[in-house]
């Protein structure tokens, strides 16, 4: 994965009804480490890493790269948004679009809060490079994930065996920008 390209960053923060997309911080170190090490999480991911390893790993502000954003709720970390180019995509169809990942915490499950942040993550690269697809990959298994894929607008594109686990590929139209 690299990252989206000509895109200024990092944008000013995004601010929704509950939530603010940032980028990363050093006060969401604890978080990230959480997010990586959590069997919930990363049940469809491939499993979680040893918290150890993540201790020893994890930079003092970690994930600061273009396109990554950190979900924050009343001045906390509950979940990362990835938005990065897809390179060395398994699928053809994925390559060279902007790809959409993201990770919640356990205790933010539930309340909206994933479809709240990627909708305003979406509604930001709709600004920043208009008319862009973007991609999304999850196991069929991750009915969560597949729940928010269509509430987001994505449509199946093709679903894949990988990592010992159906996948799912979605794409997102672009949204045209309004002709002036």
Not at 56 to 83: H, K, N, Y
Not at 92 to 102: N, S, T
């Amino acid at each position: 994965m690299e990252d989206l390209g000509p895109v200024a960053w990092p944008p000013a923060p995004i601010k929704t009804k509950r939530l603010v997309l940032r980028e990363p911080e050093a006060r969401d170190r604890a978080a990230f480490i959480e997010l990586l090490a959590s069997p919930e999480v990363n049940a469809y991911l491939g499993g979680p890493r040893p918290r150890d390893e993540l201790e020893r790993e994890t930079p003092e502000v970690p994930e600061r790269w273009p396109g990554s954003f950190v979900v924050d709720l009343d001045g906390a970390m509950i979940g990362q948004i990835l938005l990065r180019r897809a390179t060395g995509h398994r699928r053809p169809a994925a390559a060279g679009k902007a790809d959409l990942g993201y990770l919640f915490l356990p205790q933010a499950w539930g309340s909206g809060y994933a479809t709240e942040s990627c909708a305003a993550a979406l509604a930001w690269l709709d600004g920043a490079l208009p008319g862009e697809p973007v991609v999304l990959t999850t196991q069929t298994a991750n009915v969560g994930s597949m729940r928010l894929a269509a509430k987001l607008g994505f449509t199946e594109v093709e679903r894949f065996q990988a990592w010992d686990a159906e996948q799912w590929l979605g794409e997102r139209s672009p949204v045209t920008p309004p002709a002036s």
